[in-house]
Structures are given as structure tokens and as C-alpha cells.
């Protein structure tokens, strides 16, 4: 058999993706290479994720340590570019596509496949992330996935892999679909699915309650060009920064978001997320820009971090448009160099102190105390030019009788 007719797979270790490997070749003919990546979601080790691949029927197994990868080059721009996705959600799932699809394709290119198979249902964004993200990079290969391609269903995957004495790890139906990595943990299905449904204790698995914290955390971050380079005066690379906010944070209860969420396919879901790290992190660097970035450079970059989000959340993050936005927001963080001191405690994270070398900030210019050296009598003229468009514009409408109506007191 050629390679060609070879098929890697997003192999994940679990049912689904373990009964798609002797699936697939059932159904195809074709051999099937398994792609695994560690992006910090924890669990089962690569290595006896690797041997449940060989032992379903995979010709090969391709795993990758993807943490540091995907800190320093995924997790950073989405940092840098204060990612939440309509206001709330830090794109958990949305920065570990693209990733995982680069590997996809170098062991489709390494073991000579010509088609990417992933686990994901017809519903859901992931699939158009993956595959549009196959497209991006190489446009020669094909993808499929065999839930939605193939009608595979739980019971099907159940009764085959019981068929074929598959060593799968998993029979009976979790109350909720997980996907986490070191950035977060999304949450969905179930009950969940009703949006009058309040989350239960159970759903939470990176956070603390945080109606019972802990005593206050005070931290110190310290950031370099917009990326996290200490924490309380220790060097830390990306991945510990996440780690280390992950567990600090998450003591506290912060980073719990619900949300009645905009899919990409059309159709709004009910989702729960944990991100304790990625929203402590995101909230000490905002604080940083608003000393660091200068007003007008400031209000661009709070419009492109929104689309930035979206695009993102889109399945664009090989696109062109994502490609020149991130040449600006890096730009951006030539100067977002600083300290800032927060406290978490009890589901919040509260900046109470900055400081940078870089800061816009000029204290004798903002005092009002003696040692004031900001000139008020330059408001004067400011304050004529600033509003003579307005002016004019006001006597042209009281010529014609279009001035505005100011409400008249009576006078007994």
C-alpha cells in the first residue's frame, strides 16, 4: 500500500478517537498514523497515550511536549492581544487548534499521508478550526472526521471497540465534554445544555469555590516587551508564569466564566470555562498597556484586540488578517515593559500597583499638589480650538431654528 493511502489522526487516547483508528482502516483500507501533542491538559502520559495507539491498530505514533510551544508561541499572542472572546471567554480551545493542526500536517508530510482525520461532531467549532487550518498550510490535503463523517455514534464506538477487544479506558458517558490544556478548561453538555441550570460543584476542576478562599494573595508580575518574565521577583519562562497564576488564581476562585456563547456555526451554546491563569495574567498586562501605550495607539489597539478575539475564534489564525494585526499588537508591546502588584482573593483579581520604566505616566504632570508642572493656562486656547468645529456647527442650527431646546424654569 502506498503512503499515501495513509491517514494521520488527532489521536487524543480516549473512546472516540481510540475506536476511529481500527474504524478508519475498516472503512478506508488505509493505514492510520496517530498524532498526539502534551499542550499542559494533563492526564495520561504521551507514552501510554502512545501504546493505546499502537495497541488499537495505529502504523505509527506521533507524539510531541508541545507546552513550551504552545506558551511562549500561543498563549503569549493571545497575552499580548488581551484575547476574550465577547468579553469573557480567553479562546481555551480556539489558540490550541492551530497548533495541534501544524503537527498534523508535519506528520502527514513526515509519514507520507494524504489526509488529516480529527474527532470532531458536525456542531461544534473545532471542526472548521481544523480544517481550515489544513487548508491554510497545505491546501493538497483532504480531512475527515469520522464522528461526522461516518455516523459513528458512543453506543456504535462502545459495541465495536467491545468487538474488537480494544483497550479503551473509558465506557460510560462523562455528564459533561471536557477540553483543557494549560491555558484553560472548557466545559459542556449535559444539564448544562439548559441555560436555566445552574453549574454544580462537579463542573469545576481548575478553580476553587470562591465563596470559601483562601486569604488574600498578593502578587507581583513582572513583564518584559508583554510577556510574564517573573513572578514576586523570581524569573519564571511563559509556561511556569501560566502554571504558577493557574494554581495561585485558581486558589481563589478566579477565572469562572458562563456563557450563553456566539458558535461559529451559527447556533448559541451554553458554555462553562476555567481560566484562572490566562485571566490574571490578561488583567495585570491591560493595566500595564494603560500606563505604557500612548492614547490614540491605546484606543486602536482595545479595537484590534477585540477582532483579533473574534478572528481567532473564527478558525483565522493562519489568515492574512490575523497575520497584520499581530505585526501591530507586537509592535504595541515594544514598551509594555513593567510591575504590576495584584491581589486575588475570593474570585477576584484587583491591580493595586504599577510601575514602569516606560510609563506615559508623569506624576508632576497629573499632581494637583505643589510641584504641578502641567500649564492650565494652555486649556484655555485648547478648549476654543478643540470645540470651534462644534460651535459653528451650533450657529449654523440656531440660524435656522434648529438650535438646542434648554428647558425654561417657571417664575411665579
Not at 491517514?7 to 480516549?14: D, E, F, N, Q
Not at 499502537?54 to 506558551?71: K, P, Q, T
Not at 450657529?395 to 424654569?409: H, S, Y
Request: overall charge negative; hydrophobic content about 35%; some cysteine.
Amino acid at each position: 500500500m502506498s503512503d499515501k493511502n495513509r491517514i494521520v489522526l488527532a489521536y487524543s487516547g480516549g473512546l472516540d478517537t481510540s475506536v476511529a483508528i481500527p474504524y478508519l482502516k475498516d472503512r478506508t483500507g488505509r493505514d492510520v498514523v496517530a498524532v498526539s501533542l502534551d499542550v499542559g491538559q494533563g492526564g495520561e502520559s504521551l507514552e501510554t497515550i502512545k501504546e493505546r495507539a499502537l495497541a488499537c491498530g495505529a502504523v505509527e505514533a506521533y507524539i510531541v511536549d508541545a507546552r513550551d510551544e504552545f506558551a511562549n508561541e500561543y498563549c503569549m499572542q493571545a497575552l499580548k492581544a488581551n484575547a476574550m472572546y465577547e468579553g469573557v471567554y480567553p479562546l481555551v480551545s480556539a489558540i490550541s487548534r492551530p497548533l495541534i493542526t501544524k503537527h498534523l500536517v508535519r506528520a502527514a508530510h513526515q509519514f507520507g499521508a494524504d489526509t488529516i482525520a480529527h474527532g470532531c461532531t458536525g456542531k461544534g467549532n473545532d471542526q472548521v478550526r481544523f480544517e481550515v487550518s489544513i487548508q491554510s498550510i497545505d491546501p493538497e490535503l483532504k480531512a475527515i472526521s469520522p464522528i461526522r463523517d461516518l455516523s459513528l455514534t458512543r453506543d456504535v464506538e462502545i459495541a465495536y471497540a467491545n468487538e474488537h477487544d480494544l483497550p479503551i479506558v473509558q465506557t460510560e458517558k462523562s455528564p459533561f465534554s471536557i477540553d483543557q490544556n494549560v491555558w484553560g478548561r472548557a466545559i459542556e453538555t449535559g444539564f448544562l445544555e439548559d441555560p436555566w441550570n445552574a453549574p454544580t460543584k462537579d463542573c469545576y476542576s481548575y478553580t476553587d469555590d470562591p465563596d470559601f478562599p483562601p486569604v488574600e494573595d498578593e502578587v507581583v508580575i513582572e513583564f518584559k516587551e508583554g510577556v510574564p518574565v517573573k513572578i514576586d521577583g523570581r524569573e519564571v519562562t511563559p509556561l511556569q508564569a501560566i502554571e504558577e497564576m493557574n494554581r495561585r488564581a485558581g486558589a481563589q476562585g478566579i477565572g469562572r466564566v458562563d456563557l450563553i456563547e456566539d458558535r461559529l456555526v451559527g447556533i448559541k451554546s451554553r458554555e462553562l470555562y476555567e481560566a484562572p491563569g490566562a485571566i490574571a495574567l490578561i488583567t495585570a498586562h491591560e493595566e500595564l498597556e494603560n500606563m505604557c501605550l500612548e492614547r490614540e495607539q491605546h484606543r486602536i489597539k482595545r479595537g484590534i484586540d477585540k477582532r483579533w478575539a473574534e478572528l481567532v475564534y473564527d478558525a483565522q489564525w493562519f489568515s492574512p488578517a490575523v497575520h497584520s494585526l499581530n505585526a501591530f499588537i507586537n509592535d504595541t508591546q515594544r514598551y509594555v515593559s513593567g510591575e504590576i502588584r495584584m491581589v486575588m482573593h475570593g474570585g477576584r483579581a484587583v491591580v493595586v500597583g504599577r510601575r514602569s520604566d516606560s510609563s506615559l505616566y508623569d506624576y508632576n504632570l497629573a499632581t494637583y499638589d505643589s510641584g504641578d508642572t502641567f500649564d492650565q493656562n494652555a486649556s484655555n486656547g485648547f478648549i476654543e480650538i478643540y470645540g470651534l468645529p462644534t460651535k459653528v456647527a451650533a450657529a449654523r442650527d440656531v440660524r435656522f431654528g434648529n438650535g438646542i431646546e434648554v428647558p425654561q424654569n417657571d417664575v411665579e
